[in-house]
């Protein structure tokens, strides 16, 4: 068999370059005139012929040669039929030369994808009629070679699709989960704001110090719903008096007289807390007086210390069982009411009462709301 050899030669800048590899035809026959025949013929017409006069020996050389098509001749025996049977897990073209072909071994031929048979009833094969069905072989493998390549290049796109579309669902969840976030907030401060300017209209009316606290009282019983509350304003000895109070749940007779009593207790534990504050209970506030069998000790509260020019003009305490408690959505609009309470406290006391002493800012305003 002649042998072929990948020649060089240098380019136009002298360096060496390759040919492109032959196509490979691997030519399966016992060693005999006929096959040295077709692997020159097939040699002539540039192909890379190896060939094995064994079916054991092909499925090695397959291994390490590569092969675009495989030339059986049936005449190395029943072998021929395990050799197809394997090469259809393999994108080879199959070429099968029968010596004395029937219909059963067409069909067989046809089950093991043969794409094309060489009959040689009379004599040996001829080499050109070999010669063509190699190349009508390799002509189907390079078709299916093609597809094969088109089908993965479209399923590499299906799968680049596929990851691009889930990636833009996540991205969009994840937008529309924030873009819903952010509504939700923008929903919560426009509340927050509307409920800002109803009140800030109501009190801005109120001019004296009576209407101010009633006034004030009634709004956070709309918000709160079921609560006590209590507005402690101070003296100028710094003690400080029941300015104005709701009383939903303490005893109708002794509510006034219990609330003087925080007055003494809790106003002046909370002067310091210039932030609307909410505890669990009384204790958590470190009032002493109230820890214990105290009336209050169950209950939970919100208290705030409105402050004006460096003093304390008020402090406001609203109070309710600890198994009502205020709810968090709650906190905002109680921080909103006492921020424009102490406001409009301080312009109160200053276009009215800045001028009497602490004793008589509210002396005949005290009023139960």
Not at 270 to 283: D, I, P
């Amino acid at each position: 068999m002649p042998r072929h050899r990948t020649r060089h030669h240098g380019n136009a800048q002298g360096q060496a370059s390759a040919r492109p590899a032959k196509p490979g035809v691997l030519l399966v026959g016992p060693c005999c005139t006929d096959r040295n025949a077709i692997a020159e013929r097939l040699g002539q017409s540039d192909l890379s012929v190896h060939m094995e006069a064994s079916t054991q020996g092909a499925l090695a050389s397959l291994e390490v040669h590569a092969t675009d098509v495989v030339v059986i001749d049936d005449a190395v025996g029943a072998g021929c039929w395990e050799l197809l049977s394997h090469l259809s897990r393999r994108n080879v073209g199959r070429v099968l030369i029968m010596r004395a072909p029937t219909a059963n071994d067409a069909i067989r031929a046809a089950r093991t994808r043969v794409r094309e048979i060489v009959p040689c009833e009379n004599g040996g094969p001829d080499a050109t009629a070999v010669l063509r069905a190699v190349t009508l072989a390799r002509a189907s493998v390079i078709r299916a070679r093609a597809r094969r390549e088109r089908r993965e290049k479209l399923n590499n796109k299906i799968r680049a699709l596929r990851e691009a579309h889930t990636n833009l669902l996540s991205q969009v969840g994840t937008m529309c989960a924030g873009m819903g976030e952010t509504c939700r907030g923008l929903s919560d401060q426009l509340q927050r704001v509307a409920l800002g300017a109803e009140f800030n209209a109501l009190i801005r009316q109120e001019l004296e110090l009576e209407g101010l606290l009633r006034t004030t009282l009634e709004y956070v019983l709309r918000r709160a719903g079921s609560t006590n509350a209590a507005i402690f304003l101070p003296s100028s000895s710094g003690d400080y008096s029941l300015g104005a109070y709701i009383n939903f749940d303490l005893p109708k007779d002794s509510a006034e007289s219990m609330l003087e009593q925080l007055a003494g207790s809790l106003a002046p534990a909370c002067e310091q807390h210039r932030e609307l504050t909410f505890a669990g209970s009384a204790a958590e506030l470190g009032v002493p007086e109230l820890n214990g069998d105290h009336w209050l000790s169950g209950s939970n509260l919100a208290v705030r210390a409105c402050w004006s020019s460096q003093e304390c003009i008020a402090v406001l305490a609203i109070f309710r069982d600890a198994r009502n408690s205020f709810p968090t959505a709650l906190h905002p609009e109680l921080s909103i009411i006492t921020d424009l309470f102490g406001a409009q406290l301080a312009r109160v006391i200053k276009t009215h009462y800045r001028h009497k002493p602490k004793e008589e800012w509210g002396a005949s305003d005290a009023a139960a709301a």
